[in-house]
């Protein structure tokens, strides 16, 4: 017995690192070691496995809570609030609601654009009969019915074909209602709906009739009169089976794109070219009546009365070579005063 008790291996010291209690210990100096690594090769960086190293954890809890708080906007309806859910580099803040009854959630975006003259952007606004040519996805789009004043307020029926990614062709007829100055600070604003009162044709053979789709714009200019302040809402439901996370994923990207499609517009030029046709127009037709009022109608009545066609020509002749140097006289004058 005693010899056997002789031949077995001393007791480990309590001090030995192969010792169960300091086990703990050297987890923990490897752990260590480990975030040194961490914090040379993310210095400066947020480093996305730091919490699962040992880090703080009350750091982490204090990130998702930051993350989670909600930035609301409450509208003058009274309805729910809307929640911010994007900021894009161009400055359009989109933000969102949930609506009773609608499988879509209600957009709203704001922005500024600086450089644009409110009554431009208006203008792009209510060219509702060439949506086609620079809003996004509308195919189609003429005017059903226009019951606008001569200064723009009124309505207007608009019929529209569009053509959304991921769902096929849409048709749709609204009712937008027009306020060029009709806020108390001036703003210009306008609203929409689908009415039900049979103004347009019927849907169209392969197209989807919308049923739902409101919304409206809200248009105030800059303090310094240069640029102007946009909101822009919309709801629309693409009456198609899409879940609603995804039809309110289209509608984050579209709204901003419809909003810098509209400032394209106001931007390219078209209306100031368009109001330079007219007056050049009007001026024109003001100086063929002064010629006509000069006693050309009278001469060739009496002409006509006797007869005379050769000297009808000959006069018609002189008359119009009047008008051409005329009108040549004038072009030169036009672009003498814009060389100047």
Not at 176 to 198: F, N, Y
Not at 240 to 268: C, I, W
Request: with cysteine.
């Amino acid at each position: 017995m005693r010899a056997a008790e002789a031949s077995r291996p001393a007791a480990l010291p309590a001090s030995t690192p192969n010792a169960a209690p300091n086990a703990p210990a050297a987890d923990e100096d490897i752990a260590s070691g480990a975030n040194d690594r961490l914090r040379l090769k993310y210095r400066g960086r947020r480093c996305p496995r730091w919490r699962l190293r040992g880090g703080d954890a009350s750091t982490g809890a204090k990130s998702k809570a930051r993350s989670s708080r909600k930035e609301l906007m409450y509208d003058d309806d009274g309805g729910a609030p809307f929640e911010r859910c994007a900021n894009t580099k161009d400055g359009v803040a989109v933000w969102m609601r949930a609506v009773p009854g609608s499988n879509a959630k209600e957009v709203l975006a704001e922005a500024t654009f600086a450089k644009t003259p409110a009554h431009l952007f208006w203008r792009a606004v209510c060219d509702v009969e060439r949506y086609q040519e620079f809003v996004p996805f509308v195919k189609r789009s003429f005017v059903c019915k226009d019951a606008r004043s001569s200064a723009g307020s009124g309505s207007v029926w608009v019929y529209n074909v569009v053509k959304a990614p991921v769902v096929g062709p849409r048709d749709f007829v609204i009712k937008i209602e027009s306020a060029p100055r009709g806020g108390a600070d001036g703003s210009m604003t306008c609203a929409w709906h689908v009415p039900d009162d049979g103004v347009g044709p019927a849907a169209l053979s392969g197209h989807v009739r919308l049923l739902k789709n409101s919304g409206g714009w809200e248009l105030r200019e800059t303090a310094n009169g240069k640029g102007v302040a946009v909101r822009y809402r919309v709801l629309t439901d693409p009456g198609t089976a899409l879940p609603g996370f995804l039809v309110d994923l289209a509608n984050q990207s579209s709204v901003p794109d419809v909003m810098r499609a509209f400032n394209a517009r106001a931007t390219s030029g078209v209306y100031e070219r368009e109001d330079a046709a007219k007056d050049a127009g009007s001026g024109s037709s003001r100086f063929l009546a002064g010629l006509v009022s000069g006693g050309v109608a009278k001469e060739l009545e009496e002409l006509l009365q006797w007869g005379d066609f050769g000297r009808i020509t000959t006069s018609l002749s002189a008359r119009l070579r009047k008008m051409a140097t005329a009108l040549d006289a004038r072009g030169g004058d036009r672009r003498s005063a814009n060389d100047a």
